[in-house]
Nanobody, 126 residues
Framework: QMQLVESGGGLVQAGGSLRLSCAAS????????MGWFRQAPGKEREFVAH???????TYTDSVKGRFTISRDNAKNTVYLQMNSLKPEDTAVYYC????????????????????WGQGTQVTVSS
């Protein structure tokens, strides 16, 4: 089992920034691709970003140029730097881990991820 714990969420004004962190334990973190998803009230959980074991990244179109996913294998942590936040970014953000390789749109399906965190709330006020 891998345990994932997100942190860094909060309330921010539109145009502001937040950095989310996801600390992993229980498995060899460097062997896993890591993703961020989000779920707004009344909506399906949607893909945000993914980073492979070797650092290649994929983003959903709505966050390209504003969000950056990164990882620190020495700290067993994946990050999501979120800039120029918009009210429509308001959601619970989840990190997830997958052992099987993916690239591009192949990374955006929830079913490909074996482990999930409990989520952290991000609220962007207008």
């Amino acid at each position: 089992q891998m345990q994932l714990v997100e942190s860094g969420g909060g309330l921010v004004q539109a145009g502001g920034s937040l950095r989310l962190s996801c600390a992993a334990s229980g498995r060899t973190f460097s062997s896993y691709g890591m993703g961020w998803f989000r779920q707004a009230p009344g909506k399906e959980r949607e893909f945000v970003a993914h980073i492979t074991r070797t650092g290649s990244t994929t983003y959903t179109d709505s966050v390209k140029g504003r969000f950056t996913i990164s990882r620190d294998n020495a700290k067993n942590t994946v990050y999501l730097q979120m800039n120029s936040l918009k009210p429509e970014d308001t959601a619970v953000y989840y990190c997830a881990a997958r052992l099987n390789y993916c690239s591009g749109s192949g990374c955006d399906q929830r079913q490909g991820y074996a482990y999930w965190g409990q989520g952290t709330q991000v609220t962007v006020s207008s």
